[in-house]
């Protein structure tokens, strides 16, 4: 398996060397209690596994399919949310930036910047992701090859930060479908850098419900196994207690009572791969 350089982010690295990693959390936050709820559920789980775990949730949905739907409660009051998680839990926390403008703040509470993948390629907002300093997770957009993606890499990278996360969240496949190509998960790592599976993510339908995403969150199982068993670094998954009560990708979210057995597969699949 390619060898890439670990990135650190708070108390998790990923890469070379180092256990699968997962990021987990809500789509969105959805008020103070339950995204500290969830976080403590998360971390319990993680403290038992044994697993290095990343709390995310956006405090801010910017790519929503309609006009009306929730996008979160605002960069003051959602960054103050994630500070209080970090705080509780003491997982290292993830969030989305959409705006030059919103960076900055961002980076004074989380430990990864994200960058959506339908702004993988906006240069003003990779450069002042990485000249925070932060670990920057971009994933690859919808429209981009694996190989493209060095030169989005390049625009961090040049940027005076190798702290580079790059995500596979799944390729546009006509209209409401995505889907996700194996190769490509050597194909980034090949790039030299830690490779994040969005699984939940890749599972979407976009715009397939009529002014919301659907989603095929039955088959997260085989879909999760497959990224672990070609090599990936980390795992992202969305998960609510209850997805249908979901603010925010409702349709392709994990149901929280399935995260530690699929966890606990997951790692046991990671160990096998990482000494084949």
Known sequence: MQ??????????????????????????????????????????VARRLGTPVVFKASFDKANRTS?????????????????????RTGLPILTDVHEVSQVAPAAEVVDILQIPAFLSRQT???????KTG??????????????DMKH???????????KVLVTERGASFG?????????????????GYPVIFDVTHSLQLPGAGDGVTAGLAQYIKPMSS???????????????EEPSRARSDAANALRLDLLEPLMRRLVALDKIVRHA
């Open 3 to 44: 060898a890439v350089a670990p990135v650190s982010a708070g108390s998790v690295t990923f890469g070379t060397g180092h256990p699968l990693a997962f990021i987990l959390g809500p789509c969105v936050i959805e008020s103070e209690s339950h995204a500290i709820d969830t976080a403590v559920f998360i971390a319990e």
């Open 152 to 162: 989005v890499i390049a625009k961090v990278t040049e940027s005076g930060n190798q």
């Open 175 to 191: 209209y409401n479908n995505l889907v996700v190509d194996p190769r490509a998960f050597p194909m980034l790592r090949e790039l």
């Open 67 to 87: 006009i009306t739907s929730y996008r979160g409660p605002g960069l003051t009051e959602g960054l103050n949310v994630l500070a209080k998680v970090k705080a």
């Open 226 to 240: 497959a990224g672990v068993a070609a090599g990936v670094d980390g795992v992202f998954m969305e998960v609510h």
């Open 124 to 130: 003003d907002l990779l450069v002042a992701a990485a």
């Open 134 to 147: 932060r670990a920057v997770n971009v994933k690859k957009g919808q429209f981009l090859s694996p190989k």
